[in-house]
T-cell receptor, first 112, second 120 residues
Framework: AQKITQTQPGMFVQEKEAVTLDCTYD???????LFWYKQPSSGEMIFLIY??????QNATEGRYSLNFQKARKSANLVISASQLGDSAMYFC?????????FGQGTELSVKP | GAVVSQHPSWVICKSGTSVKIECRSL??????MFWYRQFPKQSLMLMAT?????????EQGVEKDKFLINHASLTLSTLTVTSAHPEDSSFYIC????????????????FGEGSRLTVL
């Protein structure tokens, strides 16, 4: 069964606008962690943001924020003031034990 | 943050040959490393968990004899693709775990730059 679901294969956003990338997850664990990574065309995985299941506040890291809705099991990434350099693949991931399980990814394209 | 280095970053080989990819933690010791495989525009699929000093734990469907993993030291894990064929062409990426408490009980993962394998 799919544990991490990203339903948007591709997204377009105008430069300087905000964009939301969707992520839903499935787990029966009470304690878990959710991550977002950016993967540019070079292939490296760049850590963006982390949300623990017991964190009461939504995580924020600069222009990145995570809209964590525990009851809905969603952990959407919000990028504010998009930049051309934000064009990349974005992956949502959930920790399962020691392992990190990734969603299918969303390809974000920022238009000038 | 911690640094994980992969080598080579890209390799082209002939069908039937074996290829070794190295994953090194440069400034920390990693008892656990993870190997992922990624096809173009697709997700990272976990292949195996590499454990220092013991056998790797493979995910379901991954051929152990095809993808040999060795974690002989606390800073080095290697993935050897044996008798490579064109269908093994892919992007292979490793990660190492640092238990710092910063990101929950599971620690934080640092990724290598990835290795692109092309089998002719």
């Amino acid at each position: 069964a799919q544990k991490i679901t990203q339903t948007q294969p591709g997204m377009f956003v105008q430069e300087k606008e905000a964009v939301t990338l969707d992520c839903t997850y499935d787990t029966s664990d009470q304690s878990y962690g959710l991550f977002w990574y950016k993967q540019p065309s070079s292939g490296e995985m760049i850590f963006l943001i982390y949300q623990g299941s017991y964190d009461e506040q939504n995580a924020t890291e600069g222009r990145y924020s995570l809209n964590f809705q525990k009851a809905r099991k969603s952990a959407n990434l919000v990028i504010s003031a998009s930049q051309l350099g934000d064009s990349a693949m974005y992956f949502c991931a959930m920790r399962e034990g020691r392992k990190l399980i990734f969603g299918q990814g969303t390809e974000l394209s920022v238009k000038p | 943050g911690a640094v994980v280095s992969q080598h080579p970053s890209w390799v082209i080989c002939k069908s039937g040959t074996s290829v070794k990819i190295e994953c090194r933690s440069l400034d920390f010791q990693a008892t656990t490393m993870f190997w992922y495989r990624q096809f173009p525009k697709q997700s990272l699929m976990l292949m195996a968990t590499s454990n220092e000093g013991s056998k790797a734990t493979y995910e379901q469907g991954v051929e152990k004899d095809k993808f040999l993993i060795n974690h002989a030291s606390l800073t080095l894990s290697t993935l050897t693709v044996t008798s490579a064929h064109p269908e093994d062409s892919s992007f292979y990426i490793c990660s190492a775990r640092v238990v710092s408490g910063r990101m929950g009980f599971g620690g934080e993962l640092f990724f290598g730059e990835g290795s692109r394998l092309t089998v002719l």
